[in-house]
Nanobody, 117 residues
């Protein structure tokens, strides 16, 4: 099993930065895929960014390209999501997800990000 603990978020003014962290523990050697999702009020959860640990490749949802950055610290088993300038439309609960290519995926507890205009 893998345990995930998210940190960061909260109330941020529009134009301010965002840095979310997701620390993994347990059977981390199985982790190949690392993703961030977000769920805005009244909307479905959608993927924001993905990182493949074996290659380091990253992918972003078309709606957020150029805005967010996904990165990882291998030594800390932590994946990050960053954005330099938040917009009110970024208000959502952000979730990290990790797992193998196929098999069981694990979710973080979610981090509320509220962007005030």
């Amino acid at each position: 099993q893998v345990q995930l603990v998210e940190s960061g978020g909260g109330l941020v003014q529009a134009g301010g930065p965002l840095r979310l962290s997701c620390a993994a523990s347990g059977r981390v050697f199985n982790i190949i895929v690392m993703r961030w999702y977000r769920q805005a009020p009244g909307k479905q959860r959608q993927v924001v960014a993905q990182l493949i640990t074996s290659s380091g490749s990253t992918n972003y949802a078309d709606s957020v390209k150029g805005g967010f950055t996904i990165a990882r610290d291998t030594a800390k088993n932590t994946v990050y999501l960053q954005r330099n300038s938040l917009e009110p439309e970024d208000t959502a609960v952000y979730y990290c997800q990790v797992g193998p290519i196929t098999g069981t995926y694990y979710w973080g507890q979610g981090a509320q990000v509220t962007v005030s205009s």
